[in-house]
């Protein structure tokens, strides 16, 4: 029997003895066979080389661990592995200790190993921000490999408190074991792990980014179609990719990024070199996961663009109105001092269709902070299905249209565009040509996987400068044609001839 197979077969016995509620609690999901393969497939081996160190950060069942060293047993200049395994989940460990016993007394070379029952951040926090003398190249590996936990901490957390240089608001432990895994390589040493995507953009990833993307080369990016055929036993609902990192000053020319359906299709994966330089730019540091020549050039199309809504006056917001916070001051129906409340359903083909019989779609409030002035704005919706097709759908929202109000308020399941001042009808007009357009509705989905809008990065994104803007919202008043095709032609006509 393989190394693998045995491990498997311990882990799965493991799974039924434990209810997957008591897993989630410490965010367990075990990696698949054919994934531990794919991911220990990924590492370069280093030439010539008798004895190599391996840590493994969350080990878990010893999964990942066996998968790498069954792969090394074919290198025959390798005698000694030196394996390191951080577990502190205590259900688990004696799997761990019996699986490693196996290997250890199995494989055709010499393993030593330690499991290390601690907390594997905070085990490193003085080393990590070099308060204690300074950390030599004996506790550095060679090969980092893990499937870390996916939990999101509070940000006065003791994990959070331990790495403060890349921590924003409530961190996810994920990207901690990330950015410790990279700082226990030895310098040209990689890490290969299996995250979610989520750290590819976004402000509260921002500071880790450029940490460390400054210190290491993101050499490998594999995607899965599927959201919930990642992990065989649990149906986790994650946008979850596998990276490799390698600690090094050097930049590669190229980023591998394949993709595959799911879990169990490796062979059958797609493959595409992107240049570096534009997966990763921008001061914002943002991963674009590019996958084919086609989304090469969106982004090369859009990031020719030199303003950004800021920059020329303009910001999109989150609603305003949490409504189940607020049901008290909910109505039905018009009454006396009630004014719109303006949810993601009212915006359709385009426009703003108010009032449309919906619960609770008037608000009685005198609270400011519920209460924005009777405007023009582009409405985006925050939230889509991962089904639809597209992820911006938006709608012009002309204050002439409502002239009985002075203010109105959006729920927060909605973004707004609103400016310094007062936005020209031909400036909303031309907002929603450029958010209702295919090339920006494609550089958001390169951009984030998610199905969220995020008011942050559409902020970040570039686009035309204002009088260009206000140019197109002229040429789509005069075609009175909403549709996405009539968006495309004429951005593509006034921008790029």
């Given at each position: 029997?393989?190394?693998?197979?045995?491990?498997?077969?311990?882990?799965?016995?493991?799974?039924?003895?434990?209810?997957?509620?008591?897993?989630?609690?410490?965010?367990?999901?075990?990696?698949?066979?054919?994934?531990?393969?794919?991911?220990?497939?990924?590492?370069?081996?280093?030439?010539?080389?008798?004895?190599l160190r391996i840590l493994d950060t969350g080990a878990g069942t010893g999964i990942l661990s066996?998968?790498?060293?069954?792969?090394?047993?074919?290198?025959?200049?390798?005698?000694?592995?030196?394996?390191?395994?951080?577990?502190?989940?205590h259900q688990v460990l004696e799997v761990l200790r019996q699986n490693l016993d196996w290997i250890k007394a199995h494989s055709n070379i010499q393993i030593d190993y330690e499991i290390r029952n601690d907390n594997y951040i905070l085990k490193q926090e003085k080393e990590y921000n070099c308060t204690s003398e300074t950390d030599s190249n004996h506790k550095k590996y060679d090969m980092v490999i893990g499937n870390p936990p996916y939990m999101k901490i509070g940000k006065d957390a003791p994990e959070a408190k331990a790495m403060p240089d890349i921590c924003y608001g409530a961190p996810n432990l994920y990207f901690l074991f990330m950015a410790m895994g990279v700082f226990n390589l030895f310098q040209e040493g990689e890490l290969v792990y299996i995250v979610p995507r989520s750290w590819t953009s976004g402000t509260y990833f921002k500071r880790f980014r450029k940490k460390i993307l400054s210190i290491s080369a993101l050499k490998h990016i594999h995607l899965f179609v599927s959201r919930n055929k990642v992990f065989d036993?649990?149906?986790?609902?994650?946008?979850?990719?596998?990276?490799?990192?390698?600690?090094?000053?050097?930049?590669?020319?190229?980023?591998?990024?394949?993709?595959?359906?799911?879990?169990?299709?490796?062979?059958?994966?797609?493959?595409?070199?992107?240049?570096?330089?534009?997966?990763?730019?921008?001061?914002?540091?943002?991963?674009?996961?590019?996958?084919?020549?086609?989304?090469?050039?969106?982004?090369?199309?859009?990031?020719?663009?030199?303003?950004?809504?800021?920059?020329?006056?303009l910001k999109m917001r989150t609603g305003l109105t949490v409504d189940f916070r607020h049901k008290d001051e909910l109505r039905?129906?018009?009454?006396?001092?009630?004014?719109?409340?303006?949810?993601?359903?009212?915006i359709q083909s385009g426009k703003i269709l108010f009032p449309m019989g919906k619960a609770k779609e008037y608000i009685v409030t005198d609270k400011t902070s519920l209460l924005q002035n009777n405007s023009n704005y582009l409405f985006v919706k925050r939230f889509t299905t991962k089904e639809e097709r597209r992820r911006l759908q938006c709608g012009v929202y002309l204050s002439k249209v409502f002239p009985c109000y002075e203010k109105i308020s959006t729920q927060n399941k909605i973004n707004f565009i609103s400016g310094d001042t007062d936005l020209s009808e031909e400036l909303v007009y031309g907002l929603y040509v450029i958010f209702n357009s295919t090339l920006y509705d494609r550089y958001y989905r390169i951009l984030n996987g998610s199905t969220q809008v995020n008011s942050t990065e559409i902020n970040t994104i570039p686009i035309p400068s204002k009088d260009i803007i206000e140019q197109l919202g002229e040429k789509i008043i005069q075609s009175q044609d909403m549709s996405e095709r009539c968006c495309d032609n004429v951005l593509m006509e006034l921008l790029y001839g």
């Open positions: 029997m393989e190394l693998l197979d045995f491990v498997i077969r311990q882990t799965d016995e493991y799974i039924d003895s434990i209810p997957r509620a008591e897993r989630k609690k410490y965010g367990q999901f075990f990696t698949s066979i054919e994934t531990a393969v794919f991911m220990a497939s990924l590492f370069d081996i280093p030439e010539n080389k008798a004895t066996a998968a790498l060293i069954q792969r090394l047993e074919g290198i025959s200049s390798l005698q000694k592995i030196y394996l390191v395994c951080y577990e502190n989940d036993r649990d149906n986790v609902l994650q946008e979850t990719i596998i990276i490799k990192l390698k600690k090094s000053n050097d930049r590669p020319k190229h980023i591998t990024i394949t993709t595959t359906q799911n879990n169990k299709d490796f062979s059958k994966r797609t493959i595409f070199k992107a240049p570096y330089n534009t997966v990763i730019s921008g001061e914002e540091a943002y991963v674009y996961l590019v996958t084919h020549e086609d989304d090469v050039t969106i982004l090369e199309k859009v990031d020719k663009l030199s303003h950004t809504l800021p920059s020329i006056g039905d129906n018009k009454e006396h001092g009630a004014v719109p409340l303006f949810y993601p359903q009212h």
